[in-house]
């Protein structure tokens, strides 16, 4: 089975501008979680889709959104970047979400200049 | 709500010591915990998982770790250390009921000496 991919693994944009990362989850896998990591903040929940629907989101602005499409594929976008936007960006599938075992993709490296 | 604490953002051991890497977690529901690990410019593997059958849960490569409720731990262990652990080290918590998002510690750097 293909593991989780992420496109593009690294991305550099330049302030205010808007970036749109993809995941590819697991195949039947049906819940997506995406995440931010960074060095001061560490791991940080943005929000969970499943079929279609987002199921949960964490504290982040309103720049920060998703969606995800029948076939299970998810996309994130950030809008008017900033330079701490600049993190690695995780995007992780399961099953059914929850409690059951998250599989993490390698991360889109975006750096905010 | 839930939440881990990782005690010690970096550990040094010496090839072959016992590896211990230390979780307390905080939960108002009995919760299921996790261990991953993060390899350079990599995403995150998962190691091993507690999910309420036997407090002693062995890993990948080697790895165990005890569930201990009076304790509120859930301590990550190695006999024998190899190069090749030399990584992050994160815990994480979840609810055992609902769907509720991971919530990950800050991680531990376990560097690994010759």
């Known amino acids: 089975k293909a593991g989780v991919t992420q496109t593009p693994r690294y991305l550099i944009k330049t302030r205010g501008q808007q970036v749109t990362l993809s995941c590819s989850p697991i195949s039947g896998h049906r819940s997506v979680s995406w995440y931010q990591q960074t060095p001061g903040q560490g791991l940080q929940f943005l929000f969970e889709y499943f079929s279609e629907t987002q199921r949960n989101k964490g504290n982040f602005p309103g720049r920060f959104s998703g969606r995800q499409f029948s076939n299970s594929r998810s996309e994130m976008n950030v809008s008017t970047l900033g330079l701490g936007d600049s993190a690695l960006y995780l995007c992780a599938s399961s099953s059914t979400g929850g409690a059951y075992e998250q599989y993490f993709g390698p991360g889109t490296r975006l750096t905010v200049t | 709500a839930q939440s881990v604490t990782q005690l010690g953002s970096h550990v040094s051991v010496s090839e072959g010591a016992l590896v211990l890497l230390r979780c307390n977690y905080s939960?108002?529901?009995?919760?299921?915990l996790f261990w991953y690990v993060q390899y350079p410019n990599q995403g995150l593997q998962l190691l091993l998982k507690?999910?309420?059958?036997?407090?002693l849960v062995k890993g990948i490569n080697g790895f165990e770790a005890e569930f201990k409720k009076s304790e509120t731990s859930f301590h990550l262990t190695k006999p024998s250390a190899h190069m090749s652990d030399a990584a992050e080290y994160f815990c994480?918590?979840?609810?055992?009921?609902?769907?509720?998002?991971?919530?990950f510690g800050k991680g531990t750097r376990l560097s690994v000496i010759a």
């Open positions: 994480a918590v979840i609810r055992s009921s609902g769907n509720t998002p991971l919530v």
């Open positions: 939960s108002s529901v009995p919760p299921y």
């Open positions: 507690y999910t309420s059958a036997a407090t």
